[in-house]
């Protein structure tokens, strides 16, 4: 894109895009295209006759008059920009493991929280893992941007609930099943898709994120914005109830046995 547009930044952007589309739904519709354009004038405090030129060409290309966010992030934004607003929807998560995988990688010190140096750590390596190369300052200055736009507490530190923001973790698998199902053949029929679905090295016991994965979705039931404290705490009553032989594992059957089924052999 021209170079001259490119102090607009990934915040910035966002910041504009929100605007026109509350509801996070990834598009705008294009009879909204010159007020988006408004907005973005009056923040670069001057008109790129090259990037209305290509928005324009862009609105009357589009099959269903919707203007998707990576098609105009693509055109306004500088590439490292663009990515960093972007792989939240190229890359999303489906599985809370993973999420809890990364979260423990990062949360060096299990404060409970990522701290701007924890944070800054975790986009160095997303950048390196995407070929993409930026600059110390270039990097404090992501890291910043990334703090204000989803550090919903301002206090300089993500939660679970911020970092699930940022990954775009997918809604929570258990909300797919019927937690008072009836009969004992749908119950184990569910367990058996719920224990496949967080025993994702396949071993046939829960371990490390693999069980926090699972304590996270179960209690986000009853306790939507969980703390890490919370999950800590969660954790440890459940492999107390649990963990029979004491291996810091959950067997297959002995959650089946703490949720009340007995698994046939």
């Known amino acids: 894109m021209d170079s001259s547009c490119s102090h607009l930044d ?21 009879k909204h295209l010159d007020d988006f354009l408004g907005h973005v004038k009056k923040k670069l405090g001057k008109t790129d006759k090259q990037m209305e030129e290509k928005l324009q060409r862009l609105k009357a290309a589009s099959t269903d008059g919707n203007l998707q966010i990576q098609e105009l992030a693509t055109i306004i934004l500088p590439e490292v920009e663009n990515f960093l607003l972007l792989f939240r929807r ?8 993973e999420f809890m995988r990364i979260w423990r990688h990062y949360d060096a010190d299990s404060s409970g929280f990522i701290s701007a140096v ?10 390196q893992l995407h070929n993409k190369h930026i600059t110390p300052d270039k990097l404090e200055q992501y890291t910043d941007t990334m ?12 939660d679970l609930n911020d970092l699930a923001r940022i990954l775009s973790l997918k809604e929570n ?3 797919k099943f019927e937690m008072d199902a009836c ?6 029929r569910d367990f058996e898709k719920i224990f496949a679905h967080y025993d994702v090295s396949k071993t046939g016991a829960l371990e490390g994120p693999e069980v926090d994965g699972f304590v996270k979705d179960m209690m986000e039931l009853v306790k939507p914005n969980l703390s890490g404290a919370d999950l800590d705490k969660f954790k440890r009553a459940l492999l107390s109830h649990c963990d029979v032989n004491g291996d810091g594992k959950i067997q297959k059957n002995e959650l089946a046995l703490c949720l009340g089924l007995k698994l046939t052999p």
């Open 90 to 97: 190229e890359t999303p998560l489906d599985n809370s493991v």
């Open 147 to 158: 703090m204000k736009m989803f550090g919903k507490n301002k206090d300089g530190r993500l």
């Open 10 to 30: 990934a915040a910035s952007f966002l910041h504009i895009w929100r605007l026109f589309d509350a509801c996070d739904r990834g598009y705008i519709e294009g």
């Open 173 to 175: 698998f258990l909300l």
């Open 183 to 188: 009969s004992q053949k749908d119950r184990k």
């Open 118 to 127: 924890e944070l800054k750590s975790f986009l160095q390596d997303l950048f």
